[in-house]
């Protein structure tokens, strides 16, 4: 009897995680559809899932006839790239220091980074624009990276992460010779993958679809990010949405790369980032 509820259970439990994935996936789906629709078929009314005139010239416009749309992919690759790799580096960093290190301050380090964690990102939007103006870095690649290159979210599960790693590893290590620094670089970080992998995913995510910060300081069209681009073709009288729809197929697909590439390890992370404090 107790092995028929639990096969229920389940069974109730797969039919809710389908219905959320289907849910979730129309949309999209839809979204798809309408990047191979002319635009009079999308504001026409008519609720048809599938395009009736099916079209490839809104890929040929982004592609073809946006003389920017190239420069937009290129900027917000290079943004992102840069900010993960920033991330990966300097948040591992501060988290094994906080987990590991005995260094004066640390419990009040670590407790200013929890703190940070409450702060939304609109609270610092305006003091980090009159920083960058500042330095005279509105409007530049150093201006959208420098912001970016920590966060206080994944030091915390990065410490979390080297809190539950195993001692006796650096131990082992110590006594073959190694410096702190070789311990994490030989050690410690090959053994991160996991931790790393679900960091490097979510740090591309938010800067790939980052518009909050890109829409403040850049003013320079060859300068936009995908997201800022794209909402150029939105007009005040008229918004081409069989562009946008083709355009944000483009956008969509480096993530679904990165989230493939990563995917493997991201569920591994889960189960070291959440133990003892």
Request: aromatic share 18%.
């Amino acid at each position: 009897m107790k092995r028929l509820s639990i096969s229920w259970v389940q069974i109730i439990l797969y039919l809710v995680l389908a219905l959320y994935a289907i849910l979730t996936l129309i949309p999209f789906l839809w979204a798809f559809s309408a990047s191979f629709k002319p635009l009079s078929e999308i504001v026409g009314g008519e609720p048809n899932f599938f395009p009736k005139h099916f079209t490839l010239n809104n890929y040929k416009q982004i592609f073809l006839q946006e003389p920017l749309f190239f420069r937009w992919l290129l900027n917000s690759v290079i943004i992102a790239i840069s900010i993960t790799v920033s991330n990966l580096l300097f948040n591992s960093m501060a988290g094994y220091a906080l987990a590991r290190l005995s260094f004066t301050g640390r419990r009040f380090w670590f407790l200013l980074i929890l703190a940070v964690l409450a702060v939304p990102v609109q609270v610092t939007l305006i003091p980090t624009f009159l920083i960058l103006k500042a330095f005279g870095w509105l409007n530049s690649y150093q201006g959208m990276i420098v912001p970016g290159m920590v966060n206080a979210t994944f030091i915390f599960m990065m410490r979390q992460f080297f809190v539950n790693f195993p001692r006796e590893l650096e131990e082992a290590a110590a006594l073959d010779g190694l410096t702190t620094f070789g311990i994490f670089r030989h050690i410690v970080l090959p053994l991160a993958k996991p931790a790393l992998a679900a960091q490097a995913i979510f740090v591309f995510m938010n800067s790939w679809n980052n518009f909050l910060l890109p829409v403040v300081i850049l003013f320079d069209p060859e300068m936009f990010t995908l997201p800022l681009g794209l909402n150029t073709f939105k007009g005040q009288y008229i918004s081409y949405w069989n562009y946008i729809m083709a355009a944000s197929m483009v956008f969509t697909l480096p993530v679904l790369i990165i989230y493939s590439f990563f995917n493997r390890y991201f569920i591994q992370s889960v189960k070291f980032t959440g133990g003892k404090g």
